[in-house]
């Protein structure tokens, strides 16, 4: 007779196994080619404006600008654009599941829900960034299989906004919204990889919605 297994315990096991993390990324842009415009980043809340934490994420936003062939703002000089950030993450939602039989690697890889990348019209595989995350995005946890018994887990939603908008006369040219469905409430884990999914195939075309899934970091040899 098969025994129950705790859900803790299948978590733990598989904390030691990285998991992709997956970002569904909505997108509307009417951007100019870049070249060499100039930008500053700042916090869409006041009260983030100023704080490490803030300044941390604002650096990783600018380096990928600098990657797609914008520059920041020199000290004192007004830039072209103006790129305001926000992001957050939920207190969670209690989530409960009947489960019989382990599905085995297709309830926590990659053969979650909806079954590779599609989901959300076009997917990306993007490049490499931490995550707790277990691979899909509706619902990414035990999807479909689990040992017998009934399990309930937390299942935390995260958001990062992007707006960019000329300073000359306030346009907007660019609004980016990238979400994920994580185990992790920890901003510092989630808030990277939500920068790289939205960044990926950036500036992405104008009203599409793509799910982006970064891949775990190689483990390292020893």
């Known amino acids: 007779m098969r025994k129950s297994v705790p859900l803790i315990a299948v978590m733990l096991a598989l904390a030691g196994c990285a998991q992709p993390f997956s970002a569904r990324v909505s997108r509307f842009q009417a951007l100019p080619a870049p070249s060499g415009q100039t930008f500053i980043v700042e916090a869409t809340d006041?009260?983030?404006?100023?704080?490490?934490e803030f300044g941390q994420y604002a650096q990783l936003v600018s380096a990928r600008l600098v990657e797609k062939g914008y520059q920041p703002a020199p000290q004192g000089v007004q830039p072209d654009l103006v790129v305001k950030m926000n992001y957050s993450v939920d207190h969670g939602r209690e989530k409960v599941q009947s489960t019989g039989g382990f599905g085995g690697y297709g309830a926590f890889g990659y053969g979650g829900f909806g079954g590779g990348y599609g989901g959300f019209g076009r997917g990306y595989y993007g490049g490499y960034g931490y995550s707790p995350f277990i691979y899909g995005f509706h619902d990414p946890f035990f999807y479909g299989g689990g040992y017998g018994g009934v399990q309930s887990y937390t299942v935390y939603?995260?958001?990062?906004?992007?707006?960019?908008?000329?300073?000359?006369?306030?346009?907007?040219?660019?609004?980016?919204?990238?979400?994920?469905?994580s185990a992790d409430d920890s901003l510092p884990h989630l808030v990277p990889n939500l920068v790289t999914a939205m960044f990926t195939g950036f500036?992405?075309?104008?009203?599409e919605t793509v799910k982006i899934t970064i891949a775990p970091p190689p483990k390292s040899r020893n």
Not at 157 to 179: H, M, P, Q, W
Not at 203 to 207: A, F, L, R, V
């Open 46 to 52: 006041p009260g983030l404006r100023g704080g490490l």
């Open 157 to 181: 939603t995260s958001e990062l906004d992007l707006r960019i908008e000329r300073t000359t006369n306030g346009e907007r040219v660019f609004e980016g919204t990238a979400k994920a469905m």
């Open 203 to 207: 500036p992405g075309n104008s009203g």
